[in-house]
């Protein structure tokens, strides 16, 4: 498999070969001009791959922020006699600011209901130019575009195909900027798990704006280089069903594939050339394709194809979980954000919350020392993983403030609490399972990133850099956790254990101060609790302090410093191990009677122990 | 990347690469000089308005049957190249672009839309490619506010001159002279609201209403209930048959029932679809099918019957459409004679001198240098149709002769 | 006066349509988490094939029985096909496009066959409009409000009074803990996009006589059906219908009182608004995710 890298200068060598040959062949002008309007698709289409391939959110209203720009372009031009560079730049900026408008719903709104929103914007957009006569011209539109003359050169077609390129090619670049990145990686995080994105201190609505406004502004591109090929604007180009054809451009060619947006768009406009011999039935037959083609390749040709080649190739090669955790690997020590210095990593006060008339944790107070383990256990429904979740920042309290190494943090957000040192996993893992195993590590370092996002899409040195150093110090994790062989595969894939080991690898790319590990131990097998014990304590005496909430009372008794009990909500024993195994509350907690006792460490406690409160 | 759309396309890349290749450096268009003896449309042939695209078609195709039978132009059979644009503006610009510099025809013939010929404009006179509408009656098609247009022409009505010819009848027709206006929100219908409100003025008359409606609305309730309040006991229509029905439909329901004078976008189809209800709605036009015709126009009507396997006249959706395509290829045939070429330039310069007696009305010459003589058919030679009996009929032939 | 007895009874003859469609909608939704976008064209191709074998000479009821029947069955291929196959993750949006194919299939192949132009069915409540003052409304009209909060109610009744009511809910509450149940929530989905296919083919054929059944009737219709379905929170079937019969009104009123271009921009400005401000629908469930 080439590097990706290699990869993209081999397609950008490709095109550029095709271009000047389609040239050298002295086409005709209508040839041209499909070639051009493929050509500005495909920006549209590359805009919204990273919309939807990365960052997950569908838009059904794409065509109106291409005909943002195109209108933009063609009524600065037509009104105003503004020149094609300017007019382009303010298609560019409208159609940005449109998109980064559209990208606030997002921050409530999900899936479906997201889809009507961009549907309604759409349709929303498309009677503004129908109505707003005195600006749009209405339906019939803006006529008599000049032509486009950049330092009194005049673009004519044969120049206009080369500066359509050109942004093509520009295009293009961005789009693969992005997806190897740690914006593109981040993208994709929130798309495939919102939690842990947060945990990971993704800001959810910083990404998917971003995600928005970069579709948009190419889409804005595009749509003012339609404008001045075209010299005419109508709504109808930018209708619903528009709306729908870009969509199936992306899909068709394969979501999230760097060559996916560009097949997409030109299958579809010279199938659709190709269909006029069809007549009357050429919508029909279209349509036919498109179903064909889902179902042959549910996840689009390029798509399809490269899951066609992984699928040959990663029989070859057999891969080994190595023993974890490896000591030779370092942890390193953790980050330091904040001015206040306490022992006490973590302070609860009187920390409560109620969901409806449920109090599932009721006035908590807690205090984890730094460096030691901490460990939460109690019943089924005891309030641990709401008090974990708490602490986190993925419930706001009701009431309460938290204390995180002495700066008052209650009622923040979990990114903002990750992006302070506090990293977590989850009770049923939250991988981001689409991504390789070594991009999931990753992800954990978005934080750490300092190159900003025009270094990024320049590929300054800086960045250069920085990505370097971290993916050989995500390659070192994985070395930690013994899944080194699996760099390259998709999170999904792992077997379970290996899952919970990736999750820890992760939550350690964010080099935490505190780390919350929500019941790391449950399908684990033997083996890989002895090992996630050794890791624990390897962590603990790197100065990271952890928090555990786990059922595993042996494994508890084993690694932790200070236990707290909970039950029904509320703190009912606190203290060392020995202070906690003999407190009679515990037992009458977890049994009832008390005729059983914890003293035996080697027991495991029967898992769903029902005792009142809802899980 | 699938550049190449189909062998066919294949093909023509390298046919049109060996051609061009000497020219193209030099950087004068190949086309310029010889064009191919075929004319091609751009028309709606599928979609819901794909009986207007056919109707044109039918006009085309019989013509250029009855000129090949008799010899051709200049010794050469004349082809036919349809495309299909589904109505779709940009989809014309594509065809335009394909007839002009890849099938190098002679001419182009427009379709139905106006929004379509107007977004060819700058495609044809960049290419240098004669454009003959025969439907498209927007005014701004042919009369452009900038620029000079030189190869758009028209065998159609305009706009500008349907307006007080629509008003004129309505006002013979109304007895309160409140008339009322309802245009759909499409490039044609908003587009012909400055030519009526010229006519009105011109006229003296007042409109008491100015309703709008979009494509595929089915209740036009709303609307007609303010035209109604307002007085209005005549309505003129900018709207074709989907809407118009819908119209026929919302009226009957709120009670309200003016005189209807229309612009041509209702077809013979919507006497077929609203029945009598449509009876009494008169619709401006060139020409009419059913009824008494003349032996050109019999001879014409048998030869389209068998070619298209038609019953009876009304199944001529558009009838006045089909007719001027009909007028249209005869003069650009006779453009050509004049020309003595299949040469795009002479042709054009040929349009102002062709003298011709179509079945639409007399053209001497089709054209003339001013811009608004772009359009061959005067105002004078529009004629009033009505419905009756679901048949789209000359008004003259129908009870709804001015009473 | 008599508009606005006029745009009301407009309005709820158009928002019965509305929320009728809306709430087939919500039947597939519960059962297979996924939304249909061929339901605009199921609504019109209800309407146009019991045009078409009335057309025939068929009886009325026979026509509607048929017309009925072949949505229905329709329905269920769409489901098997072109929503399950594509409908496997969470996140999955195939189903989405597949369904809007089949919608473009449906509807050019009704244009090619059909004609463009509408046609009426016939029906004794059609044929004359009762008048009330300014206003008049045909019988036909008033069917559809009815007939969507006679569905809704009759949905509540099947779904907890009858077996296959029961596992349809059961479904809609947990697809795996049904699974389980042994219940075949495929066969349920299959029968859920039956259903809603039906109802949607019914409202076509109920609005037929009064606004001519055309291959174009279903396709904006469709989409307004899922806004008001989405807006209105797509789990509650009074809320698609409440919100279905005031969108059609809100509709009538615009058009009345400000113009009919602004309905359309207004009417899903307030769709966006409305979604801004219940992110779950204005009568949906909140769902809390559990990390």
Known sequence: MMSPRVQLLLILAAGAIFLVVFRELGPSGYQLGLLMRTMILMIVAIGLNILIGQAGLVSLGQAAIYGLGAYVAAWLAVRHNVSFLPAIAAAILASACCGAILAYPTVRVRGAYFAVITIAFGLVFENILIEWLSVTGGSQGLIGIPRGNVFGVVLTRPIYFWVVAACLFFAFVVQYNIMHSRYGRAMRATAQSESAARALGINLAGMRTLAFVISAALAGLAGGLYAFLNLYVNYETFSFFHSVSFLLMVVLGGLGTLLGPLLGASILTYIAEALQNLREWQIFAFSVLLAAVMFVMPRGIVGSLSDLYHHTTSRARRREAEPWPNHQISVEPATLMAEHETDAALVTEGLTVRFGGLTAVDNVRLSVYAGTVHALIGPNGAGKSSLLNLISGFYQPTSGDVLFFGERVGGRQSHELARRGMARTFQNTELFGQMTVLDNVLVGFHTHYASTLTETLLRLPRFRREEFAFRERAQQLLCLVGLSDYADDEARHLPFGHQRRLEIARALALRPRLLLLDEPAAGLTHGEIEDLKRLIRLLADNEVTVILVEHHVEMVMAVSDHITVLDYGKVIAAGTVADVRDNPKVIEAYFGRGNLSLKRPDRLLPEPVEIGGAK | ?403 | MGEIVQYLLNGLTLGGIYALLALGLYIMWEASKAANFTHGDIYMLGAIVAVVLTERGLPLFVSVTASVAIAAVVGALIERFFVRPFNTEPHSIGWMLTTIAVGMMIESAATQTYGSLGRQLPSILAEKPIRLGGAGVYAQELLLPIAAVATMFGLQVFYRRTRLGRAMRAVAADRMAAGLMGIDSNLVALIAFALAAGIGALTGILIAPVLPALPTMGALTGLKAFGVAIVAGISSARGVVIVGLAYGVMEKFIEGYLSTGARDALGFSLVILALLAFPQGIFGRGEVKKV
């Not at chain 2, 010899?71 to 004349?78: C, E, N, P, S, W």
């Not at chain 2, 008359?205 to 209930?225: P, R, W």
């Open chain 2, 1 to 403: 990347m699938i550049l190449i759309s189909s062998p066919t396309g294949l093909r023509a890349t390298v046919v049109a690469a060996n051609a061009l290749l000497a020219i193209a450096l030099a950087g004068t268009p190949a086309w310029a000089q010889k064009a191919e003896p075929c004319i091609a449309g751009s028309w709606e042939l599928t979609g819901p308005i794909a009986h207007m695209g056919l109707a044109v078609r039918m006009g085309v195709e019989t013509a250029v049957d009855e000129i090949n039978e008799a010899g051709g132009v200049l010794g050469r059979k004349l082809r036919v190249i349809a495309y299909d644009d589904q109505g779709e503006p940009s989809r014309a610009v594509d065809n335009a672009r394909r007839i002009g510099e890849q099938d190098n025809c002679i001419a182009m013939i427009g379709g139905f839309r106006t929004p379509n010929a107007l977004a060819i404009r700058p495609v044809v006179s960049e290419i240098g490619l004669p454009w003959m509408g025969v439907m498209s009656a927007g005014t701004r098609v042919i009369e452009w506010e900038q620029g000079t247009n030189e190869w758009m022409f028209r065998t159609s009505m305009k706009d500008r001159w349907v307006a007080p010819f629509l008003l004129k009848k309505a006002l013979e027709r109304s007895s309160n002279k409140k008339i009322g206006l309802m245009f759909e929100a499409t490039g044609w219908g908003q587009g012909a609201v400055p030519d009526i409100e010229a006519a009105a003025k011109g006229l003296e008359v007042k409109l008491v209403g100015k309703e709008t409606f979009n494509l595929k609305d089915q209740d036009l309730s709303a609307q007609l209930i303010r035209l109604r309040d307002g007085g209005a006991d005549t309505v003129v229509y900018y709207g074709v048959d989907p809407e118009g029905q819908a119209m026929l439909r919302s009226m009957e329901r709120i009670g309200y029932k003016p005189t209807i004078v229309s612009a041509w976008g209702l077809s013979a189809k919507l006497g077929e679809a609203a029945g009598t209800l449509a009876d009494g709605v008169f619709v401006a036009g060139t020409f009419a099918w059913t009824g008494q015709l003349d032996a050109r126009a019999e001879g014409i009507w048998k030869r389209m019957k068998t070619k298209f396997s038609l019953e009876n006249p009304g199944q001529v959706s558009m009838p006045s459409g089909t007719a001027n395509a009909y007028d249209a290829v005869y003069i650009i045939a006779e453009a050509l004679k004049i020309a003595g070429s299949f040469d795009r330039a002479k042709m054009r310069d040929a349009f102002y001198k062709v003298k011709y007696n179509g079945i639409t009305g007399t053209f001497d010459p089709a054209f003339e240098l001013a811009a608004e003589r772009h359009d061959s058919i005067l105002p004078s030679q529009y004629k009033l149709l009505a419905y009756y009996k679901g048949l789209l009929m000359p008004v003259e032939q129908t009870p709804y002769v001015t009473k």
